[in-house]
């Protein structure tokens, strides 16, 4: 189903509208399918589906009619859907069975497209989502009522480690770098300014840690010095990280 929307629906309105949808299946409605121009059509509240073409004399209107002994009680007693369709459809919402909203996306500027499955797919949907499920559960050795706090924990458990690794690996790096200042250094004549220029190889690198050790040098070259460093990204490809530093006195 494709609308047009400027921002994507939440969890919560995608969850009442499938309820909703359900509520109709499940209150057994009637549909009618009658033959009329178009203008009328649209007089009647019909609504066009996005993107399609009709025509002006004779258009196709299917109506999902108030549920049979509705006795007023919310929309029960109401027509709930009258669209503009050429395809076939069930005399009854009962025979649809169930709806389960599947997936949502942005297909095009102000464009959104919800996907669905019904009847004996929804079956198949959950079915399929149990599997998974279980194999989760049996795998993290937890119950399935338990599955989503351990998920989550190991997330952040991750997220700890990454950091952490990042952390060693910049310390590590900082280093390494020490070793390289002494051979790059160079006095500029006999103004005091000592300028270091040089890359940093291992393909490891990104530029948080070279800003940390460009930042290094400046601090142990004192503050007439001027550090130029370059190395690959971190991903090892072929973009290049440079980055510069520099004293306050240098600056001045």
Known sequence: ??????????AKQLARVEARINR?????????????????????GAVAMFGEKYDAHDVRVISVLPAV?????????????????GGTHVSNTAEIGAFKVVAESGIAAGVRRVEAVCGSA???????????????SARLKV????????????????????????KVRMELMVAK??????????????????????????????????????TRWVQKLGEMSVVVLAARDADGGSKVVLVGAAGSAAVK
């Open 122 to 136: 929804v079956l198949e949907w959950a079915a399929a989502r149990d599997e998974i499920v279980s194999e989760l």
């Open 24 to 44: 109709w299946i499940a209150e057994a409605r009637d549909t009618r399918a009658q033959s009329m121009a178009l203008q009328d059509a649209i007089s009647q």
């Open 177 to 214: 770098s020490d070793a390289l200042l002494d051979e790059l250094v160079e006095d500029v004549g006999d103004t005091g300014a000592r300028v270091a220029v040089g890359e940093l190889e291992g393909g490891s690198c990104d530029g948080d840690a070279l800003k940390a050790v460009a």
């Open 143 to 166: 119950p399935v009522e338990d599955l989503q706090e351990r998920v989550l924990a190991l997330v952040e458990d991750g997220r700890a480690a990454t950091k952490e690794l990042e």
């Open 69 to 85: 002994g509705a006795n007023g009680g919310g929309d029960a007693d109401k027509v709930v859907s009258m669209e503009l369709c």
């Open 1 to 10: 189903f494709d609308f047009t929307a400027p921002d994507a629906p939440s």
